[in-house]
């Protein structure tokens, strides 16, 4: 069974950056597209980027675009999620998801991390 401890998360000034980690454990991840979602209060959870399995694709959301960045590590069987210049509508609780594909993102995750809470606040 696949099982995700995220981590990274915590309070940052608007400007400043974060790396959240997803590090799986139970499967190795080279299958899997790995999806980062956010959910902030009150809001529904939304999509913030995408990494595909193997075929080196990336998606990104418009608001997230230039300045968050996905990366994989199928060594460390770990996903990333470098955040800079954050803004204080980032906030929010975030999560890493998998799904098996063989290319490309998928619609839907069937496997999902606990959540890590990052805070952007002066």
Known sequence: ?????????????????????????????DYYAIGWF???PGKERE?????????????YS???????TISKDNAKNTVYLQMNNLKPEDTAV???????????CPKDFGSWGQ????????
């Open 94 to 104: 975030y999560y890493c998801a998998a799904e098996i594909t063989r290319d490309g």
């Open 47 to 59: 999509v913030v980027s995408c990494i595909a399995s193997s075929d080196g694709y990336t998606y």
């Open 62 to 68: 418009a608001s997230v675009k230039g300045r968050f």
């Open 115 to 122: 959540g890590t809470h990052v805070t952007v606040s002066s």
């Open 1 to 29: 069974q696949l099982q995700f401890v995220e981590s990274g998360g915590g309070l940052v000034q608007p400007g400043g950056s974060l790396r959240l980690s997803c590090t799986a454990s139970g499967r190795t991840l």
């Open 38 to 40: 956010r959910q902030a």
